[in-house]
């Protein structure tokens, strides 16, 4: 069972359109992080999220601690956005340690 | 600051061969972290630091085994490589805290064991 969910596993958008894209847990968190992976396959750190909502540049991560949900929005997107999307939580029950989503593969087109 | 670096980029092995994944930070983090990537699968944590001379295992440990001597260097061990230990390898640093703290990843290495 994997305890974090992310829809969709792929996404293909036209260059402008607005993105969603969804993050599910099972149990209650202290944290959540949305991480980025390019095709060259690095990883940057995009938001940590323990409540609310963050916004950096187009990129907009919300969190609802309740609904145990979370999702990174893309305003305006653009081919330079296609990448890997991948959001992890953190629970202290799991220990020190960080549980990964599958990754939400998304591709704009221009 | 070189941030997380990670040697070697590419690596194939034999089975039964062993090798050591090496893993540098230069920003004073004391957590340190190791990952393997497969299709379609989330990153899964091999092994973690939370300082010199600690170590804990993480989800999938079996066939590696790391040390921690230093607050930079966290090397990943594999001791008698398998095909199933093919993958793409990330180690991770953040300060202590994961609650609050950005992850920083080197750039991988991919791992082919035939």
């Known amino acids: 069972k994997n305890e974090v969910e992310q829809s969709p596993q792929n996404l293909t958008a036209q260059e402008g359109e607005f993105i969603t894209i969804n993050c599910s847990y099972s149990v209650g968190i202290s944290a959540l992080h949305w991480l980025q992976q390019h095709p060259g396959g690095g990883i940057v750190s995009l938001f940590m999220l323990s409540s609310g909502k963050k916004k950096h540049g187009r990129l907009i991560a919300t969190i609802n601690i309740q609904e145990k949900h979370s999702s990174l929005h893309i305003t305006a997107s653009h081919p330079r956005d296609s990448a890997v999307y991948i959001c992890a939580v953190f629970w202290a029950e799991y220990g020190n340690k960080l549980v990964f989503g599958a990754g939400t593969i998304l591709r704009v087109k221009s | 600051n070189a941030g997380v670096t990670q040697t070697p980029k590419f690596q194939v092995l034999k089975t039964g061969q062993s090798m050591t994944l090496q893993c540098a930070q230069d920003?004073?983090?004391?957590?340190m972290s190791w990952y393997r990537q497969d299709p379609g699968m989330g990153l899964r944590l091999i092994h973690y630091?939370?300082?010199?001379?600690?170590?804990d295992q993480g989800e999938v440990p079996n066939g590696y085994n790391v040390s921690r001597s230093t607050t930079e260097d966290f090397p990943l061990r594999l001791l008698s490589a398998a095909p199933s230990q093919t993958s793409v390898y990330f180690c991770a640093s953040s300060r202590p805290g994961l609650v609050n703290s950005e992850q920083f990843f080197g750039p991988g290495t991919r791992l082919t064991v035939l």
């Open positions: 630091s939370v300082g010199a001379g600690i170590t």
């Open positions: 920003m004073n983090h004391e957590y």
